[in-house]
């Protein structure tokens, strides 16, 4: 049996994860220090999910996958970048955005996705001047209060 990672997040209560699950990112721009996450569903059948840091109680971002609503997203990672991360197999990437609210409305972060190598838990996050993306790409299908989106998720989203 695997070593268990235990901890408290005031986002998404305890804790308990195996320690293979945690993702190591490279420095994250502006969370230099902040470098094991882990990976969580933020309800069942949800398309949101949570990246919690181990290293700091209080930082979580909320985040998904990109294609369900941008299905023409072609995301600014060079050979380079896979090669940091180990990863030599398509099927080893895992790609996420990281997820903002202002008010009712809910934006995807384009230009500067998270790559992780799902085989050996390694991520970074690529950010790009791609003119094409921007930081703050509305997301129609998951507007606060709509159908799709509850409004209790989406206030649990933005709740601090």
């Known amino acids: 049996m695997s070593e268990l990672v235990r901890f408290e997040s005031r986002r998404v209560g305890r804790i308990e994860v195996p320690a293979e699950d945690v993702v190591h990112f490279e420095p994250l721009p502006g969370f230099p220090?902040?470098?094991r996450f882990i990976l969580m569903e933020h309800a069942?059948?949800?398309?949101?999910?949570?990246?919690?840091?181990?290293?700091d109680p209080d930082l979580a971002f909320v985040v998904t996958s990109p294609?369900?609503?941008?299905?023409?997203y072609?995301?600014?990672?060079e050979r380079e970048h896979l090669a940091t991360l180990g990863i030599e197999r398509r099927e080893d990437v895992e790609?996420?955005?990281i997820v903002s609210l202002s008010g009712k409305e809910i934006f995807l972060n384009l230009v500067a996705p998270l790559v992780v190598n799902a085989a050996n838990r390694k991520g970074m996050q690529v950010v790009s001047?791609?003119?094409?993306?921007?930081t703050r790409a509305p997301i129609p299908m998951l507007?606060?209060?709509?159908?799709e989106t509850s409004e209790t998720e989406a206030a649990n989203?933005?709740?601090p």
């Open 129 to 134: 001047d791609d003119p094409r993306y921007t």
């Open 157 to 159: 989203v933005a709740a």
């Open 44 to 55: 069942p059948d949800s398309a949101l999910a949570w990246l919690v840091s181990l290293d």
């Open 33 to 35: 220090e902040k470098r």
């Open 95 to 97: 790609l996420l955005c």
């Open 143 to 147: 507007q606060a209060g709509s159908e």
């Open 67 to 72: 294609w369900g609503f941008f299905p023409n």
């Open 74 to 77: 072609d995301p600014p990672v």
